[in-house]
Every structure is written in C-alpha cells, then in structure tokens.
C-alpha cells in the first residue's frame, strides 16, 4: 500500500507530466471510483479546467486546478496513475478513469482491486496546514493530521501530540493519520527501530530523548524512502510505470530471523493493532508488563 514516500514520488513526476494540461474529458469504467458523486458530474466539472498543480497531501495525489477546486486521488492499495502520450495504447486491463486533456494525452487510473478513489474538493479543504475537522465523513479526505515533512511538525509539536495521546501504543499511534498524516505500516516499523523504540510502548512513557529520536527517525526514514522512489513490495509503481528501491533498505521491515543490522540480536515479527510487525530483540526493548 503506498504510504507517504511513494505517493510523494507520483506527485512530482506528475508535476512535470500533466501540469499546464487542459482536461477535455473525463471516463470512469468503474461506477464507485467517483462515489458518493456519480461520474457524469465529476466529468462536468473537471471539463476545460486546467491543471495548475500537483501535489501530496498525506496518501492523496492532489491536482490543483484553475478556480479553486482540487481532484484529489486516493490510490489505496494497488491505485496507479500512469501517464499515456497522445496516441499512446490505452493501458492494462485494470484502467478504471481516464482524464483526456485537450492535446490527445491522457491520465489513466488503474485499479487491481478497486479500492481507489477519485473525488472533486474546494482546495482549501485539504491544504497543508489544516486538521482533519473539515470534510469528515468524507473517506478520501478524512485523515489529514499534521504532514510530518512540512515546518509545522516541531520536536515540540511531536511532544504535545504525544502527551494527548499518553496512554495509546506508538506504533498505532503513527498509523493514525488523522494524528499524522501519511505514515503506513513500513515507514512506522522502519522508524521505531532507528528510533529504538518498541512498538508496544505507550506514547506517554518515551523519554524526552526517545521522543527526539523518533522525531528525527520519522522525517529521516519518509526522506529516505522519496529519494530511493518508494518502496515496491508487491505492485507499487511510480507514474512512469518504474518500480521504487526503498525496498532494498528496509532495516526491520521483512527481515524476521535476521541479525539486527546495529546490534546482531535477532529481528522479531509480532502483531500490533492487527498489523504485522518487526523489531529488534535487543535495542527496541519490550516495554514492562508485557
Ligand atoms: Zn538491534
């Protein structure tokens, strides 16, 4: 499922591929892609707007377009946007909307499972510096916490967020994305354990130090993982159809049996909130009582 790193890496090559472009048409094949709105009006309004943007917000690809509306594309767990020149073939069988622009190219949204979603917002609704208030009730835009790569994520933000949330486990925490957006399953393992914390732990019972590091480690490992272009375990690809190499760098994620890179104690898998799980025997220590 892209998280964060993959979404941002399908933003910006869009950037470079559709801003500029003019929409002519837009064509679902799949009746949920636009709900609640049908397709026929998402095709209305998106007609003779021009894309002035791309961007992320959280796992959302937003297009920013003239007059103030945003569409916004949630790719869920196997969402694609690919990039077709004019007169290019139409694509895998999978295409569940197309967006046409004016000069014959297109953008194609292709979906394996159908979970993807595609929908129209004011953008104000989902700029960077904005809680999740807003919109509820709406699934594509309802867990906008903080951006954890914007200025507004502070050490002592972090801190506050962690002393209102005291009693909950850290690594469900992080996964919470009306807290902090954008954070998945792999980013969070990856950062608990350069930050060394056990993804049971409570998020009131991290030291000031600890709290510091996992700062640090969320922005370091979400870097790390948009400029090795995401990660693909199994069908991620970006927009150009490439797959990512964060993959290759994962210290936890996957690595059940292994040494621990920093101490050669043994990677452990466990299940968390439902959610498989890896940490270091040794350095990511089980908190007491557990
Ligand atoms: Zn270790």
């Given at each position: 499922m892209p998280e964060l790193p993959e979404v941002e890496t399908i933003a910006r090559q869009l950037r470079g591929m559709v801003v500029g472009r003019t929409v002519s048409g837009f064509h679902a094949d799949w009746h949920k892609l636009t709900e609640p709105d049908p397709a026929s009006l998402i095709a209305q309004r998106l007609g003779g707007r021009r894309i002035e943007a791309v961007r992320r917000r959280g796992k959302l690809v937003v297009f920013e377009l003239d007059a103030g509306e945003a569409l916004v594309v949630s790719l869920r767990m196997t969402g694609k946007l690919l990039f077709r020149e004019p007169g290019a073939p139409d694509g895998d069988r999978f295409v569940r909307g197309t967006i046409a622009f004016a000069d014959g190219s297109a953008l194609a949204f292709s979906d394996i499972r159908k979970f993807g979603r595609m929908s129209l917002v004011t953008s104000a609704d989902i700029s960077p510096d904005r809680g999740a208030a807003r919109g509820a009730g709406r699934d594509l835009y309802r867990s906008l916490g903080m951006e954890p790569l914007s200025r507004g994520f502070t050490l002592a933000w972090f801190r506050a967020f962690l002393a209102r949330r005291a009693r909950g486990a850290i690594k469900p925490l992080l996964l919470d994305g009306r807290g902090i957006a954008g954070i998945g399953n792999i980013y969070a393992i990856e950062a608990l354990w350069r930050a060394r914390i056990h993804p049971l732990r409570t998020a009131g019972s991290l030291t000031s130090d600890e709290a510091a590091r996992l700062h640090e480690?969320?922005?370091?490992?979400?870097?790390?993982?948009?400029?090795?272009?995401?990660?693909?375990?199994?069908?991620?690809?970006?927009?150009?159809?490439?797959?990512?190499?964060?993959?290759?760098?994962?210290?936890?994620?996957?690595?059940?049996?292994?040494?621990?890179?920093?101490?050669?104690?043994?990677?452990?898998?466990?299940?968390?909130?439902?959610?498989?799980?890896?940490?270091?025997?040794?350095?990511?220590?089980?908190?007491?009582?557990?």
């Open positions: 480690a969320l922005r370091w490992v979400l870097r790390k993982g948009i400029r090795f272009g995401g990660s693909s375990l199994t069908d991620y690809v970006d927009a150009k159809g490439q797959r990512g190499r964060m993959q290759r760098e994962f210290e936890a994620y996957g690595r059940a049996g292994e040494p621990c890179s920093r101490c050669g104690a043994e990677i452990r898998r466990t299940v968390v909130g439902g959610r498989g799980t890896f940490h270091c025997a040794r350095c990511q220590r089980v908190p007491r009582g557990r």
